[in-house]
């Protein structure tokens, strides 16, 4: 067990979890989703820890979805099932997936192509299972996935569903455009729009005599402001909303209250001559994934929102007032500020333990599974 209790003794940079917070967004998403008659599949991509897992299945370790084979492996090693590897299929780990659904009651994997298909195929699986394929779908956001209309996904829906020891579970898609929204309407009409494309594409299937049983859409956006014709759906996997982030709070996904995460720093230097300080956290500790869209530059500083964080490298950080004078007396070498990230997933990536507090005192450290 740690020996450090207090937020103010941790070394910086200092990645941390506000335990309440957490539990209240993992609250209110199974509630939203109770209220919707969906399955929440919760992604584990955020934190990729077992003790957020826990809370976001309500202790169930089941039902959940993941980014990488690493990430699969943690969770299946540590009691999880019910997992959808929710990443086009790389054909390197055909193996090591085909190892995953032969010892899990459930393990799902996920493709856009035939050729994926076809190696799923070359690999049947022992102990007399099948493959439980999802089909993804790209409704508008343009990343991985085939365009519900465009004639293949159907051809490919009909090939996984005929394929011998394969089955058809699902169609999975991404809406990650609800990114683009500025607003909380924008982000329902984003929902609202992939909604409406994947359970047309359902019909479609139904109509052909194709089995799909199961449909599911989610970003934490879209499943912070669902759209009541989301629960047409079977599932939601959305995973950023147990952190939620400074991106999320500019687009209307959630309030400042809600941002369960922060980076602590210190204060290591004093530019009067360039009217900056300089501080201990850099790149490796924050991510570089605001790319200048906020005013407040890479992060928000806590209580200060006259400051900007103008640059990083590896490991400094050049904080400088938006407009006038700093007054360097009020941040004296070694005093602590506080980042609120901008985007929680890439911070959170950058962290080897998690320091989980409860009013400003620390009650543990959680480890989350790193590589792919
Ligand atoms: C394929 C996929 N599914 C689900 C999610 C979860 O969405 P969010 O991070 O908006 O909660 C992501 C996030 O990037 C994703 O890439």
């Excluded at 993941?66 to 780990?93: C, H, M, Q, W």
Aim: with cysteine; proline share 5%.
């Amino acid at each position: 067990m740690i020996s450090i209790t207090s937020i103010q003794q941790l070394f910086t940079p200092a990645f941390t979890v506000d335990i309440q917070k957490v539990k209240s967004n993992a609250k209110n998403m199974i509630e939203r989703c109770q209220t919707l008659g969906v399955q929440l599949r919760p992604h584990m991509k955020t934190h990729k820890t077992l003790e957020c897992a826990d809370i976001m299945t309500g202790g169930s370790r089941r039902c959940i979805a993941v980014s990488t084979l690493a990430e699969a492996r943690f969770y299946a090693d540590n009691g999880f099932d019910d997992i959808l590897y929710a990443y086009p299929l790389p054909l390197d780990k055909v193996g090591a997936c085909a190892e995953l659904a032969e010892c899990l009651e459930m393990f799902h994997v996920l493709v856009d192509n035939e050729v994926a298909v076809t190696e799923l195929k070359k690999r049947r699986l022992q102990v007399e299972k099948s493959w439980l394929v999802w089909l993804k779908l790209d409704c508008n956001n343009g990343r991985a996935g085939v365009q519900p209309e465009d004639t293949m996904a159907l051809k490919l829906a009909k090939s996984i569903a005929d394929s011998e020891g394969m089955e058809l579970v699902g169609v999975y898609a991404h809406c990650g455009n609800s990114y683009e929204a500025t607003n909380v309407k924008e982000i329902q009409a984003v929902a609202q729009e992939t909604t409406r494309a994947t359970l047309k594409f359902v019909e479609k299937l139904e109509k052909a005599g194709v089995r799909c049983p199961r449909s599911s859409i989610g970003s934490t956006p879209s499943c912070s402001h669902p759209v009541s014709n989301m629960g047409c759906l079977n599932e939601v996997h959305p995973g950023n909303y147990i952190f939620y982030d400074v991106q999320q709070l500019m687009i209307g996904s959630c309030q400042m209250d809600d941002i369960a995460v922060r980076v602590l720093t210190r204060v290591i230097g004093h530019y009067p001559h360039r009217n900056q300080l300089l501080i201990d956290c850099g790149w490796t500790g924050l991510s570089l994934h605001s790319l200048g869209k906020l005013p407040t530059g890479y992060a928000l500083v806590e209580g200060h929102p006259e400051l900007k964080l103008v640059g990083m490298t590896q490991e400094h950080g050049k904080i400088e007032p938006s407009s006038g004078k700093l007054d360097f007396e009020k941040f004296p070498l070694g005093s602590l500020l506080s980042l609120i990230p901008y985007h929680a997933c890439a911070t959170a990536a950058m962290h080897p333990v998690y320091y989980v507090h409860s009013d400003g005192r620390i009650i543990t450290e959680w480890k989350p599974t790193r590589g792919w």
